[in-house]
């Protein structure tokens, strides 16, 4: 590495948190100070902790998929990440039909069913399209008969 390419942060700035004042407050201080604050997070209590559990998710398994042009560009002018949607899409319809055929359905499945990207979708559904369409498009890899990729 050259020497021009070395940045050199500078220790002169002032640091502007005000130690003294964190350091005397009490519990009931922050406690009220995040009740008052829309942004953050409820405190969580002992209870929710032990009931919490950490939930590996599946691998997604690689496919080729052939779908109509229009529906293809309609998820890719929502913006990036389009095939997340279309998956969030699909999971939706499945947990839907396996509720209407009385298979019993996880936690899991669930709360991956009623995700906000499927809301976000659907919402974008009822009102006529993606809402906001990107400038470029996306350029993704996609798989070819020949087994190498290309872009699309």
């Keep these: 590495m050259s020497a021009k390419r070395i940045v ?3 220790k002169t700035r002032k640091d502007k948190t005000d130690w003294a004042r ?9 406690a009220r100070a995040v009740a008052s604050d829309p942004d953050a997070a409820p405190l969580v209590d002992a209870e929710w902790v032990s ?4 939930v590996v998710p599946e691998r997604k398994q690689p496919v080729y998929l052939r779908l109509d042009g229009d529906v293809v560009r309609w998820f890719k002018e929502s913006g990036p990440k389009y095939q997340t949607r279309i998956n969030a899409v699909l999971r939706a319809y499945v947990g839907a ?4 055929a009385g298979e019993k359905v996880s936690k899991t499945q669930q709360a991956r069913s009623s995700s906000s990207t499927v809301r976000t979708m659907l ?7 993606p809402a906001a ?3 470029g498009g996306s350029r993704s890899p996609r798989a070819t ?3 190498t990729r290309t872009r699309a």
Excluded: C, M, N, Y
């Excluded at 964190?22 to 922050?30: G, M, N, S, V």
């Excluded at 039909?97 to 209407?100: A, D, L, S």
């Excluded at 919402?123 to 399209?129: C, D, N, P, W």
């Design 8 to 10: 050199r942060r500078s």
């Design 22 to 30: 964190l350091r005397h407050q009490t519990d009931e201080d922050i």
């Design 51 to 54: 009931a919490a559990r950490v």
């Design 97 to 100: 039909h396996r509720r209407v």
């Design 123 to 129: 919402g974008r559904a009822a009102s006529g399209g």
């Design 133 to 135: 369409p990107s400038a």
């Design 145 to 147: 008969s020949a087994g």
